[in-house]
């Protein structure tokens, strides 16, 4: 029954990104996404400064070109490295950055399950 | 002259601190059940010291005393009367006096406060209480000291900052610290409680009121931080998740697990240990929280300046913190024999718990792994928003089920109550959904997810209401309000996100921007001078085509002289079922200016609903005498 | 046992956080893109100022032992400071050759600006939107890369280049 939770947890996970296909929305969440390199913890979406005007130039014509977000991601961060984009890859360095929080989720529901049975044996007893 | 007074009162204090540290003590060895009286007055001399030399403070701001550097720093003459004394704790070295006045009145009044309690426990929690006073006196005293002098005396001050004359971001600060540090109290409290051996029903009854007194603070802090940067930092957004936030939220998950368990602990004696290691793990948090946030170690729009000493200072507090909580913990704690019914309220509270536990770790690892892989691999990512919203959001969906159903569990007797219960919120959530989803748009299956969830717990809790109003007990009112604001909270960001209309756009004046709905015509720039600023104005005319409506909205790039900073000022038109929002910035070296358009629906009813999930918790503050 | 065994784990991992914190402190905040050195710069390709039939590709580079590809603006104040160093090294011949990418500015305002301070360029292109920029990893102005006769990037100047950086540069053309 708990494998089922997991999976489905998973199932929606990956269908979370799914949503509505406006371009200029997508144009926006990239935006969103990328961070401004030369302020101080803003995004490209919310930031005035010069970088950010360009940088906004740049994706629209990859966008315009037909290139993915992926693609877009990719490139920016071949040039600047993996601190401009604001969702951490999930590479060798970054994996455990998303493992941990579920196997936390996963440990703290096996302590509960366990703490229960316990109880249920203490009552038979 | 106010300088000597300060700095005499913060001596004054640390040796009242060290000399109630001392008889506290010597009283511990004593047989006798009452704790003596000198202590009570060493006490009170202290909070009056302390709350005095605050208000030294306040008043070198309000004389714009500036031989006083923290004054000169973070002050000016012409500030207005309400910001100049906004200003003592706007500032690190002020804040860092805020901080050390609720430490130690909190400690004060569970002094007076607890009298039908333990004497050793009591004791222990004022040692335990004075020696976090004293940890951060040495800290304000050594190195950052609101009352240091400056000679010459400057005729003017520096702090003329238009982003700090704000009246959100003036209260913001006090009412997060009575959260942040009220948790002071129930930390000590838990060391006391370990070492005098304390049971845990009565712990529990004697940190309760605290709990509550910090949680709602804390939640009414971070909602009017929320607040402040959606009005004033002009990008429409009200969390972000920057490390400031993030560190404020920390400690609430913390409280929120706390003040649940504290119901399991209170009325069943059980989970005594995981209450101990929660009421430790709040206030470490908090000072987590301040490290991150002051020593510069992480990157924000919203930190303070920092100063690399500060860092060091901190981290060895906080360290010292972390390992003799640590070693009494183990040292004291005793295993427990837990007696569960499973189908019951515990179980639920278990649960609340494990998804506080889980949503504070998945924010803890998201500001801390950068700072571990930079220093082990000296890779530098960043993680932002999408982390959090990834993680985080698909697990409210179980939350709110659970928050529904749960408090009234151990209520119900048959099972068929039960599904009886659940099958007319959840149609009608379910109905509501599809009609949204139908009419409006179509969104994703975690989007359907949230919606039926929080619809569910809305409709579920209204039940819970008409119940209420017909049996007419206030019992359980508190949680209601609040359970029923969290479920709109969320049903309401749900809409917003979803509905939300964004253009980014650049335009020239005279120009003219055609979208679906809406055309935004740039009629004209006006230029103002204003007593310390001058506003370049936009006048902006919106069309609305569905309805033929009319509106002008004047977004301002405002420059300051002193200090010279610029800020944009966000034209917000707000409406119960929308808010328009349009900010102008000015592209360099071009007749261009950069536009960002948004409609955000229902954007009101967010606030409404947070501040709900405060006003539950107030609510239960004033009910405390008549609740079981 | 078990108990105590755990008791040592998690002391361990406390003060293994506490020590990590320490040296994050010490640590640099400033994010500087180093991380682009040792690589090849991308493909472009650059209209002259003045001309323009005429452009430049990183084909017309491999030619260089070394190449300061350096980014200015006539409206950039620190590129004045720097503008006599890139002329001292614009002397020093065929050792290494340098292209200046005149960055969201005018053209005559660049012309003038050249015309003021010298021209130390062999080829001067145009970026009027600021998009080469991206493409060679550039987030202010002025900045600098040099490359060797491979395309690869062996340092990045990011602002003006003084004295230290210009004794650098003497140094790796050698």
């Known amino acids: 029954m708990k494998i089922n939770i997991f999976f489905f947890i998973i199932y929606i996970f990956i269908t979370s990104t799914a949503h509505s296909s406006n371009n200029q929305t997508k144009l926006l969440e990239v935006y969103k996404n990328l961070r401004c390199l030369v302020c101080q913890g803003q995004s490209i979406a919310d930031s005035n400064s010069d970088f950010a005007a360009t940088i906004k130039l740049v994706v629209q014509d990859q966008f315009n070109d037909g290139k993915t977000e992926v693609e877009i991601y990719k490139f920016l961060t071949s040039k600047y490295g993996e601190w401009i984009v604001y969702q951490p890859a999930f590479n060798k360095n970054n994996f455990l950055l998303w493992i941990l929080p579920y196997a936390v989720l996963i440990f703290g529901g096996f302590i509960i399950f366990l703490l229960v049975r316990k109880t249920k044996h203490n009552k038979v007893n | ?628 | 046992m078990k108990i105590n065994i755990l008791k040592i784990i998690i002391f361990s991992f406390v003060i293994f956080f506490l020590c990590v914190f320490w040296v994050g402190l010490k640590k640099t905040k400033n994010y500087d893109t180093k991380t682009l050195i040792g690589s090849r710069i991308s493909n472009f390709q650059l209209t002259e100022i003045n001309n323009v039939d005429q452009y430049i590709s990183e084909e017309d580079l491999k030619k260089n032992k070394f190449t300061l590809i350096n980014f200015f603006a006539s409206w950039c104040a620190p590129c004045r400071a720097e503008h006599k160093y890139l002329l001292n090294l614009s002397s020093k011949g065929k050792k290494i050759k340098i292209i200046g990418i005149n960055f969201k500015d005018k053209k005559n305002n660049a012309i003038n600006f050249l015309k003021e301070l010298g021209n130390p360029y062999n080829f001067v292109g145009m970026d009027l939107k600021g998009k080469f920029s991206i493409l060679f990893g550039i987030y202010g102005i002025p900045e600098s890369i040099l490359i060797d006769n491979n395309l690869i990037i062996i340092k990045k100047f990011v602002g003006p280049i003084d004295q230290t950086h210009y004794n650098e540069i003497l140094k790796l053309i050698q």
């Open chain 2, 1 to 628: 002259m106010l300088s000597n007074i300060g700095i005499s009162l913060v001596v004054l204090i640390s040796i009242l601190s060290l000399m109630i540290i001392y008889t506290a003590s010597f009283d511990l060895k004593i047989s006798r059940p009452v704790i003596k009286k000198s202590i009570y007055k060493l006490s009170l001399f202290q909070t009056t010291f302390t709350v005095l030399c605050f208000f030294t403070l306040i008043i070198g701001f309000i004389n714009s005393d500036f031989s006083i550097i923290n004054v000169y720093e973070n002050s000016h003459t012409s500030k207005p009367f309400f910001y100049k004394i906004a200003g003592t704790w706007g500032n690190h070295e002020g804040s860092l006096l805020l901080w050390i006045n609720i430490l130690v009145i909190f400690s004060y009044l569970f002094l007076v406060f607890n009298h039908t309690h333990d004497k050793k426990f009591r004791l222990y929690t004022l040692i335990c209480q004075n020696i976090l006073i004293l940890g951060f006196l040495f800290f304000l005293l050594l190195n950052s000291n609101p009352f240091n002098s400056i000679h010459p005396i400057p005729i003017e001050g520096l702090g003329l900052n238009p982003i700090l004359q704000d009246p959100a971001l003036a209260i913001h600060p006090p009412l997060l610290y009575v959260g942040f540090v009220g948790c002071s109290i129930y930390f000590s409290a838990a060391i006391a409680s370990l070492l005098s051996s304390y049971s845990g029903k009565l712990f529990a009854q004697s940190i309760k009121i605290w709990v509550k007194i910090s949680w709602c603070f804390q939640t009414l802090g971070i909602i009017v931080g929320s607040f402040w940067a959606y009005y004033e930092l002009g990008w429409g957004g009200f969390w972000f998740w920057d490390p400031v936030e993030n560190a404020s939220l920390l400690p609430w998950f913390a409280i929120t697990a706390l003040m649940h368990s504290l119901i399991v602990l209170e009325k069943r004696n059980a989970l005594y240990p995981w209450v101990i290691i929660l009421c430790l793990l709040t206030f470490i948090l908090s000072v987590t929280g301040t490290f991150l946030v002051r020593s510069g170690i992480l990157n924000s729009v919203h930190t303070f300046a920092s100063d690399p000493a500060r860092g060091v200072y901190i981290l060895l507090f906080l360290s010292f913190m972390i390992l003799s909580a640590l070693t009494i913990f183990f040292l004291k704690h005793k295993k427990e024999t837990y007696n569960f019914n499973l189908k019951s309220k515990e179980t639920f509270i278990l649960a609340n718990n494990w998804f506080m536990i889980f949503f504070l770790v998945t924010v803890l690892i998201g500001m801390l792994y950068p700072i571990f892989l930079d220093v082990l691999t000296n890779v530098k990512i960043s993680v932002g928003p999408p982390f959090f919203n990834i993680v985080i959001i698909p697990l409210v969906v179980p939350l709110m089920f659970l928050m529904a159903i749960g408090p009234k569990f151990s209520w119900i007797k048959s099972q068929k109550k039960i599904l009886y219960k659940i099958l007319f919120p959840i149609l009608g959530a379910v109905v509501i959904n599809l009609f949204i989803y139908y009419f409006f748009g179509k969104y994703s299956l975690l989007s359907n997810l949230i919606f039926i969830s929080a619809l569910f717990l809305v409709l579920y809790t209204l039940l819970d209401i008409k119940k209420f109003i017909n049996e007419k007990i206030k019992t359980g009112l508190p949680r209601i309000i609040s359970h029923l604001g969290f479920g709109l909270l969320v049903f309401f960001i749900g809409i917003n996100y979803q509905f939300s209309f964004e253009e980014d756009f650049n335009l020239k004046v005279g120009e003219i921007k055609k979208m679906n709905k809406y055309e935004i015509n740039f009629e004209a720039i006006k230029i103002k001078e204003s007593k310390n600023y001058k506003a370049v104005i936009g006048n902006f005319k919106l069309t609305n085509f569905k309805n033929d409506l009319v509106q002008y909205l004047n977004p301002e790039i405002r420059v300051y002289s002193n200090p010279e900073t610029l800020t944009y000022e966000a034209a917000i038109k707000t409406k119960i079922t929308s808010d328009l929002y349009l900010t102008m910035s000015n592209v360099s070296r071009s007749d261009y200016y950069n536009i960002k358009f948004q409609n955000k629906p229902f954007m009101i009813w967010i606030w409404i609903s947070a501040l709900m999930i405060a006003l539950g918790g107030f609510v239960q503050l004033t009910l405390k005498k008549n609740e079981n």
